[in-house]
């Protein structure tokens, strides 16, 4: 690898591990893919990934390190319960790599440092009031105020995908009901999709899926065929994203709202009701204003830019 001066983002997810060596300018030197191994220990994984960041570095020099995880806490620098990791109630993950190495080291969820990514390296640069959905199996947010990170009284402010739709809805991984990301995300979509083949009759190339085998690029794909269910579970979706998104407005004015992740990438097809929706509900004094934008940070790749992010801020603020 090029030598250089360079800060390392990790992603974390409950099958894969992503890291890679980014530079100020966003520009991902190297990188490299792992198995997570869910059901080892945590500090097996950080293990790991020293044993990968020492083949690929070379004598490049280590700024800092950003992590992107589930239910991480910034404040804590611990992960707290995490979905998928057989790591238990908690653990504090920045200690464990400060045991590998003497730069500053934070960690943040996922949803987080997209947020902070699109913030320093995407369409929000420049900007100091934005929200960041990230659309995946699950809804994630972050919520920039005054050009920084909110993270509230413990940690864990910007739980939109927590927030209530419909409280005698849908069950959520969560323990509660109704949460906007059971319907709103990849798994809530085809649970949409299946609701909409049960009440009526119409043909369609989605009841020839099974609901276990479903997966929201095949709605996707139907869509674009003008399937009559696809397109309507498009535009349920769009509709309660819009909803709620519009209530987000009402907190924090933003000058921005930005979508990322799997389900964003189906483009107009869910950004243009979406749209329409959103300044539907919008309280009057913010119609017309609030851009709603798909990221342009590269496919598969903002998640460790958004951690990389995550570690060049915690670099400038030891400069301090």
Not at 185 to 200: P, Y
């Amino acid at each position: 690898m090029q030598t250089g001066n360079y800060v390392i983002g990790i992603d974390i997810g409950g099958t894969t591990t992503s890291l890679g060596f980014v530079d100020r300018n966003g520009i991902v030197r190297c990188e490299a893919t792992l198995e997570t191994l869910a059901e080892q220990r945590a500090d097996t994984l950080v293990s790991r990934l020293s044993d990968t960041i020492v083949k690929l570095r070379g004598n490049s020099a280590i700024s800092g390190i950003g992590i992107g995880a589930p239910n991480a806490n910034y404040l804590r620098g611990t992960v707290e319960n995490p979905p998928n990791l057989n790591w238990g109630a908690s653990v504090n993950l920045v200690e464990l790599f400060q045991q590998h190495y003497c730069v500053p080291v934070a960690v943040t969820n996922d949803a987080n440092a997209a947020a902070i990514g699109e913030l320093q390296f995407g369409i929000a640069r420049g900007m100091k009031h934005v929200i960041v959905i990230t659309l995946g199996t699950g809804l994630g947010s972050g919520i920039i105020v005054n050009g920084e990170l909110l993270y509230g009284a413990d940690g864990f402010a910007g739980e939109l995908g927590h927030t209530t739709v419909d409280p005698e809805g849908r069950d959520c991984a969560c323990g509660k009901r109704g949460c906007l990301e059971t319907y709103v995300s990849a798994a809530g979509m085809c649970r949409t999709v299946c609701e909409l083949l049960s009440q009526n009759c119409e043909p369609s190339s989605m009841r020839e899926i099974r609901f276990n085998e479903m997966t929201s690029k095949q709605i996707y794909e139907a869509a674009c065929n003008e399937d009559s269910i696809a397109l309507a579970a498009f535009d349920i979706t769009a509709r309660t994203l819009g909803m709620k998104l519009a209530d987000a407005v009402a907190h924090t004015s933003p000058e921005a709202i930005v979508l990322s992740g799997g389900l964003a990438s189906a483009g107009d097809i869910l950004l243009t009701p979406t749209r329409h929706y959103f300044e539907e509900f919008l309280f009057t004094p913010y119609k017309g204003k609030v851009k709603l934008s798909q990221s342009a940070l590269p496919e598969g790749k903002g998640a460790v830019l958004g951690a990389a992010a995550l570690a060049w801020a915690e670099v400038d603020k030891m400069s301090l």
